[in-house]
């Protein structure tokens, strides 16, 4: 069974508890059956993505410095039959999952996060408890410095260079409790998403992989 990623659950669940899918997530369903047929995938190695993934360390470490915490990074993916994610902080003695995300630049850190942005992250929080058993989760957005060779010859240095800003103005959170009813429209609305994936890949002759 093909499983739907806890960074991209968010783009399904518009109007929730309806068991029909939106126009935006048919899109995404759609555009993933073309990667699987096609055998494609998104074009990812942007400056932006790049620096997430060559400061992330430092970001969890600024977290810790203002949250006074000692969190590690971890490296376990779990997947269901209908999810699969890997959470950037799981820290069972607090009943706790953490995402963190790396702002690019100072124009691209949220200082607040916008309802519709927060709604997508919501969902993925969700889908990480559902995963890993928690019952309580939170987002964190960090800003520290960009590497020199990722920063965009059309962007100002300045924007770029955080270090000597309080570090309680680099971080940026929203936390949540686990939600039965949410957590059931997630399923639910997966579920939807699921068969029409799988409806598609076999209309077009797909040949599934068989468990041995």
Avoid at 157 to 165: A, F, K, N, P, S
Wanted: aromatic share 10%; charged share 30%; glycine share 4%.
């Amino acid at each position: 069974m093909i499983q739907f990623r806890a960074s991209s659950i968010g783009k399904l669940m518009s109007y929730p508890d309806r068991d029909t899918l939106a126009d935006g997530a048919l899109t995404h369903v759609y555009e993933l059956a073309s990667q699987i047929l096609l055998n494609w995938k998104p074009a990812l190695n942007t400056f932006e993505i790049e620096k997430g993934r060559v400061v992330e360390d430092q970001t969890i470490a600024l977290y810790n410095q203002v949250s006074g915490n000692f969190y590690v990074k971890n490296t376990e993916r779990k997947t269901s039959d209908l999810f699969t994610g890997e959470c950037d902080i799981n820290e069972e003695d607090e009943d706790l999952i953490l995402d963190i995300k790396s702002s690019y630049s100072k124009k691209t850190f949220p200082l607040i996060i916008r309802e519709g942005d927060k709604k997508l992250y919501e969902w993925q929080l969700d889908t990480y408890m559902l995963l890993w058993e928690r019952n309580n989760a939170g987002l964190v957005f960090g800003l520290v410095d960009t590497p020199s060779h990722l920063i965009k010859k059309q962007e100002p240095e300045d924007w770029h260079i955080v270090g000597h800003i309080l570090p309680e103005l680099r971080i940026t959170t929203i936390f949540k409790e686990r939600d039965a009813k949410r957590e059931q429209q997630l399923i639910s609305k997966t579920r939807v998403a699921q068969d029409v994936l799988c409806e598609i890949l076999d209309k077009r002759g797909y040949k599934w992989e068989v468990a041995a």
